[in-house]
């Protein structure tokens, strides 16, 4: 009797749990399934940022954050170019994400903890590890940040930009004289014509912002990063799905990367004996499918966006304008802290 | 740990199934260089700037091999001088062409000035106008300096033509502009650790 009813307690609660979350699964997971009724994913990107997400005079979009909305389309169409771009400013961007009105937000969008648990949305991953740094001229002949002492700096008042500076002289002991602009580009140009010694602001910035002057190739950027600005990706929260599947588009480009496999060798890739290159590829595991998506998902990645190094080349690094180093985001085994865990 | 355990036994590999039949057959002292490319006599335009990202220059680096070693991102085409604090002097180079790519642990066992350049006999079977001998000068593929890697024909050097840098072209040695092989010469001594790494197989 006694044994009978504790089962039977034991299967309400069970049945109890079940009805809880079962249906907040089902009604979680339809992000994937809408977008395939559809046909194609929705994108929030930026009004145009070179390098990151941009349009060309045709109207076609390119960049490392672009290139993580076609990893995704990739995955699910093995079509990396079903996607509609929607160019957000500032202050829209987490709003449409709330909305439904686009089904991933791909926006050089810091990671913050405010913005999770006001926005009610998850960042999926880290794509650039952007960080504040400094410009100077070329002919100062310093490599260290420590030795910026009694400089005139650019800055963008009412920035983050410019506390980070106070911070970090005052925290090293430094003097430096402030000349504030109400916007970049005015500080830019007083940098340019040598009202300062330093220019500072983000280093993806300063990179952009390094083409604009009128002999680019006089200035250097400074190793040092002083702030932490981590972009990513970012979905609406409640599908764990869907966020899995953009967390692991972004990780399958970088243990692309790690493994050697990249979209000129990826058939090769698919005969390979090694068991990290078979789990990646699909020749091994299920891996894909336990998120929604196809054996080979990881392979139409590859295949059609490439690895972390191919996108982060060709949209920011040597193979582009702005040609910014790898640095942060070089992989954990080579210099960087990018780092995506295994596939297994 | 690992990173270091694998490059000891990456090491020993590269001993046993590179350098031993790499260093067979020629003399260790001789200066040599197998590079196709080479254009014995050119004298370089030292004025021409290399494309901004080969250009010497600081980098975030983060690494546990101590500040003096030099590592080598094949694929990349850089050469990274560890600074320690998180950074490194970055050079641009170019690498050996395909199947003359290599990694592991070698030591800077010696140090040249204006190195005298001596093309191997196969070189000379494919190439038989190249001169037999070559007097360290400005015309001269090894460029102005030359470090010797282990026991082994890889060299770091300077090059006569510094529009082959981020190229794969080489049999294997990494060349630089000559401005920046005289930069690297002069901060590494012999007994450097030279870490070389590569995109892995599969």
């Known amino acids: 009797m006694l044994k009978t009813s504790s089962l039977l307690t034991g299967g309400a609660i069970a049945m109890l749990v079940a009805s809880v979350f079962v249906p907040v699964d089902v009604a979680g997971a339809q992000t994937l399934k809408a977008v395939k009724d559809r046909g194609s994913l929705t994108c929030g990107v930026s009004m145009g940022l070179p390098g990151f997400s941009n349009p060309d005079d045709k109207g076609v979009w390119s960049g490392l954050d672009v290139d993580l909305c076609r990893a995704v389309a990739a995955a699910i169409f093995d079509d990396a170019g079903k996607v509609k771009y929607v160019p957000l400013n500032a202050e829209d961007r987490f709003k449409a994400l709330q909305s439904g009105k686009i089904d991933v937000l791909s926006r050089n969008s810091t990671w913050t903890m405010s913005r999770e648990s006001e926005f009610n949305l998850s960042f999926a991953a880290i794509n650039y590890y952007d960080g504040q740094g400094f410009m100077i001229r070329k002919s100062a002949k310093k490599d260290s940040a420590l030795a910026l002492g009694g400089s005139k700096v650019c800055v963008q008042s009412g920035t983050t930009t410019q506390l980070n500076l106070a911070d970090y002289f005052r925290a090293n002991n430094m003097t430096y004289q402030e000349m504030t602009f109400s916007d970049a580009d005015s500080a830019l140009k007083a940098y340019d014509s040598g009202t300062c010694d330093v220019f500072t602001s983000d280093i993806s910035q300063l990179y952009s912002e390094r083409l604009k002057l009128s002999s680019p190739n006089d200035h250097v950027i400074l190793a040092d990063v002083i702030s932490k600005e981590p972009l990513g990706p970012a979905v609406k929260q409640g599908d764990s799905q869907w966020l899995e599947i953009v967390k692991w588009s972004h990780f399958a480009m970088l243990n692309a990367e790690e493994l050697g496999v990249t979209s000129k060798n990826i058939d090769e890739a698919l005969k390979s004996q090694k068991p990290a290159v078979k789990r990646l590829v699909g020749t091994e595991g299920a891996y894909g499918e336990q998120i929604g998506l196809t054996k080979d998902w990881a392979v139409r990645i590859i295949r059609q966006v490439g690895n972390y190094a191919e996108s982060y080349d060709r949209n920011v690094g040597t193979g582009s304008k702005l040609g910014i180093p790898r640095g942060l985001n070089h992989l954990w085994s080579e210099g960087g802290i990018q780092y995506a865990p295994p596939i297994r | ?202």
């Open chain 2, 1 to 202: 740990m690992t990173v270091f355990r694998r490059l000891t036994w990456m090491s020993l590999l590269l001993a046993a199934f590179v350098v031993l039949p790499a260093a067979q057959g020629f003399s260790q002292q001789e200066d040599m260089d197998m590079d196709v490319v080479d254009q014995p006599g050119l004298v370089p335009d030292e004025s021409v700037q290399l494309p901004p990202q080969f250009q010497r220059q600081v980098v975030l680096y983060r690494t546990n091999e101590p500040p003096g070693t030099i590592i080598v991102h094949t694929s990349e085409r850089f050469l990274y001088l560890v600074q320690g604090n998180g950074r490194a002097i970055r050079y641009g180079v170019r690498v050996g062409r395909e199947g003359f790519q290599w990694q592991g642990l070698l030591k800077i066992t010696r140090k040249k000035e204006w190195p005298d350049w001596v093309p191997p006999p196969e070189m000379i079977k494919r190439q038989p106008y190249l001169p037999r001998f070559m007097a360290g000068g400005p015309g001269n593929p090894l460029g102005a300096r030359a470090m010797y890697l282990g026991t082994t024909v890889y060299r770091i050097h300077g090059t006569n033509q510094p529009d082959t840098i981020g190229k794969a072209v080489s049999s294997g040695c990494f060349g630089m502009v000559n401005a920046d092989v005289i930069d690297l010469y002069g901060r590494v001594p012999v007994g450097t650790k030279v870490v070389v790494r590569q995109r892995p197989s599969f």
